[in-house]
């Protein structure tokens, strides 16, 4: 299993950009499905974007399209989400997650990082 450190979280105006990442420990497989969720209290988590370990394959949501790009450093165990364009609805802790398999299949992560707080301001 692996683990999974989230950073670069915090305030940004709307129409700004961040960029978060996630530090990648344990052992890995070319078939890892690394993705990115985000968090409303009191709502459900909602998948953002997931990228294969092995190759540049991504599948993003809909409501992030064209804004967010998900991508990956192998060399330096390195999940990123870039995000520009940011609205206040994108307002969210965002977690890092792991499992084998698909990146179309949203279920089934079973690795997560602690989370990363993202506040947009309108």
Not at 2 to 24: D, F, H, I, K, N
Not at 33 to 53: L, N
Not at 87 to 116: M, N
């Amino acid at each position: 299993q692996v683990q999974l450190a989230e950073s670069g979280g915090g305030l940004v105006q709307a129409g700004g950009s961040l960029r978060l990442s996630c530090a990648v420990s344990g052992r890995t497989f070319s078939t890892h499905a690394m993705a990115w969720f985000r968090q409303v209290p009191g709502k459900e988590r909602e998948f953002v974007a997931a990228i294969t370990w092995g190759s540049d394959t991504t599948n993003h949501a809909d409501s992030v399209k064209g804004r967010f790009t998900i991508s990956r450093d192998n060399a330096k165990n390195t999940v990123y989400l870039q995000m520009n364009s940011l609205k206040p609805e994108d307002t969210a802790v965002y977690y890092c997650a792991a499992k084998l398999g698909s990146i179309y299949r949203v279920t089934g992560f079973g690795s997560w990082g602690q989370g990363t707080q993202v506040t947009v301001s309108s």
